[in-house]
């Protein structure tokens, strides 16, 4: 008992710390390419202080651990490739596709409103839309949105109670899930 | 000038409303962010007509956007200015969007996490302030005290 709580906390400040390395990654591609213009530095500083103190003292995760269940985030590629499919083989653009799809997921728990398993789906589909708004140079096929959605499957799965009721929580995973694929693409790519 | 205005009454609006939906007329985070970006992005799809394409193309990216931020749980948020300032910072966040992560899914929804995160703070530092001015109300109790 007292080994499973351990790991569920290194589990709890892996996760969390991944979290912030990737937000403070995506400030520091902005912080470096505006360097000229003080007023952007000033406020990356700014805003990663402002995000240090949420995360330290902030009440954003539950206190127990649990895991979200397999069958729920089985659902995100199925999310992705409508997507995905939407947007560039329809070719209606990531904002109508990724809406769409999750408009469509968002009636799912109409269907029996006593499962408890239907209403669990639409946060998982919306989250798979995400990884579906890529464009063709960062996710050049069907096989790179799957890919992805495996990623971004496991972190929604270690993270069931943390960041709960966070907005853009959903969308972050979907980005690291992608960031991680293509930089698996990369090395593949360069040592194959 | 005029088009970052725009964009960014877009994303106040969209944060709130998306927050208005989703708490007062309780449909749920999914389907309040995903219907009302749907809306958006219909209407600038078909009818933008004689729009700037600049704006006829971001309008509807900022308004999914800041829809992410309009998610949040009343648990954590209740203040709808707070919303709104964080779709602010939302915007501007997204007008210097790094070009390395153009076209990442999902760096829409990690602006919005940082913008909410960062606005999450306020009321902890705020929490703070109340407490220095209560030491300070205390000093001068104290003072007061002392000086009779």
């Keep these: ?192 | 000038m005029y088009n970052t205005t725009i964009l960014i009454i877009v994303s106040f609006i969209s944060a709130m409303l998306t927050f208005y939906v989703n708490e007062e007329l309780k449909q749920g985070p999914v389907r309040s962010s995903a219907i009302l970006s749907l809306i958006v992005a219909v209407y600038f799809h078909y009818y933008a007509g004689a729009m700037d394409s600049y704006l006829a193309k971001n309008i509807p990216l900022v308004f999914i956007g800041a829809s992410f931020i309009g998610m949040v749980s009343a648990r954590l948020v209740s203040s709808y200015l707070l919303i709104g300032v964080a779709g602010i910072i939302f915007c501007l966040i997204f007008l210097h969007t790094s070009r390395f992560f153009n076209g990442y899914g999902g760096a829409l929804g990690t602006s919005a996490c940082i913008s909410l995160l960062a606005v999450l703070s306020i009321p902890i530092v705020g929490k703070k302030r109340k407490l220095t001015n209560g030491m300070i109300q205390l000093r001068r109790v104290l003072f007061k005290i002392n000086k009779k």
């Design chain 1, 1 to 192: 008992m007292e080994k499973r709580h351990d790991r569920n906390s290194t589990i709890r400040k892996f996760f969390i710390v991944f979290l912030l390395i990737i937000q403070v990654v995506f400030l520091f591609a902005i912080f470096r390419e505006n360097l000229q213009s003080w007023w952007t530095i000033a406020s990356m500083f700014i805003l990663c202080i402002l995000i240090l103190v949420t995360y330290l003292k902030g009440q954003l995760h539950h206190e127990d651990h649990e895991y979200e269940h397999i069958l729920v985030v089985l659902w995100i590629p199925i999310g992705a490739v409508a997507s995905f499919y939407l947007n560039h083989f329809l070719h209606f653009g990531p904002v109508i596709s990724a809406a769409a799809v999750g408009s469509t997921a968002s009636f799912i728990p109409g269907f029996n409103k006593r499962s408890h398993y239907l209403k669990q789906l639409p946060a998982a589909i919306y989250c798979g839309a995400f990884i579906g708004m890529s464009s063709t140079g960062v996710a050049p096929g069907i096989s790179f949105v799957l890919t992805a959605s495996f990623f971004t499957a496991i972190l929604l799965i270690l993270s069931k109670n943390l960041f709960a009721g966070v907005g853009g929580k959903l969308g972050t995973m979907a980005f690291a899930g992608v960031v991680i694929t293509s930089f698996v693409y990369f090395l593949i790519s360069s040592y194959v």
